[in-house]
T-cell receptor
Framework: DAGVIQSPRHEVTEMGQEVTLRCKPI?????LFWYRQTMMRGLELLIY????????DSGMPEDRFSAKMPNASFSTLKIQPSEPRDSAVYFC????????????FGEGSWLTVV | GQNIDQPTEMTATEGAIVQINCTYQ??????LFWYQQHAGEAPTFLSY????GLEEKGRFSSFLSRSKGYSYLLLKELQMKDSASYLC?????????????FGTGTRLTVIP
């Protein structure tokens, strides 16, 4: 079975450029999460969706970050404009909406903003 | 809010037993998870506790005490491949039904 699929795996971009990260959740899962991981702050929840609807975006650092989920099999996380402090690994994860179900992570998108 | 604490680093010897502790404070606790993350890879699920007690799964066991806000992950018969970060995470119903909040992780180094 395919797991959570993210693209790109690695991206290096210049400060000020727009960055779009993509995610395809596990088929049948109806919750989708975007996390950011850095050495200093660990794994932080940015936003999560249930049934394509954003439920909690309180973790989104600022207005430069936006996320969409136009359908059950696709989500994007966009940073515009990007800044060097956005350099991190961005993980997408999915699960079934049930308090007992675990969250499965994609391989991550490694972003470097120079 | 959530407050999750675990040691930053630990070192143990191949073949030995190691216990990684996690303490937490949440307002709507509804389950504790342990994940393993090798360097450069995604976190992978290890265990889940929602009731007090010990859950055993092969060489790995996880314990939960809800009254104490405490969990540990026990790794037996350590192998070199167990060198990784171990992340403690809690599900907090007060912020949403399904999202997890993670600690900063414990980096375990297994030495020969």
């Amino acid at each position: 079975d395919a797991g959570v699929i993210q693209s790109p795996r690695h991206e290096v971009t210049e400060m000020g450029q727009e960055v779009t990260l993509r995610c395809k959740p596990i088929s049948g899962h109806n919750s989708l999460f975007w996390y950011r991981q850095t050495m200093m702050r660990g794994l932080e929840l940015l936003i999560y969706f249930n049934n394509n609807v954003p439920i909690d975006d309180s973790g989104m650092p600022e207005d430069r970050f936006s996320a969409k989920m136009p359908n059950a099999s696709f989500s994007t996380l966009k940073i515009q404009p990007s800044e060097p402090r956005d350099s991190a690994v961005y993980f997408c994860a999915s699960s079934l909406q049930n308090s007992g179900n675990t969250i499965y992570f994609g391989e991550g998108s490694w972003l470097t903003v120079v | 809010g959530q407050n999750i604490d675990q040691p930053t680093e630990m070192t143990a010897t191949e073949g030995a037993i190691v216990q990684i502790n996690c303490t937490y404070q949440t307002s709507g606790f509804n389950g504790l998870f342990w994940y393993q993350q090798h360097a450069g890879e995604a976190p992978t699920f290890l265990s889940y506790n929602v009731l007090d007690g010990l859950e055993e799964k092969g060489r790995f066991s996880s314990f939960l005490s809800r009254s104490k806000g405490y969990s540990y992950l026990l790794l037996k018969e350590l192998q070199m491949k167990d060198s990784a970060s171990y992340l403690c995470a809690v599900r907090d119903l007060s912020t949403g039904a399904n999202n997890l909040f993670f600690g900063t992780g414990t980096r375990l180094t297994v030495i020969p």
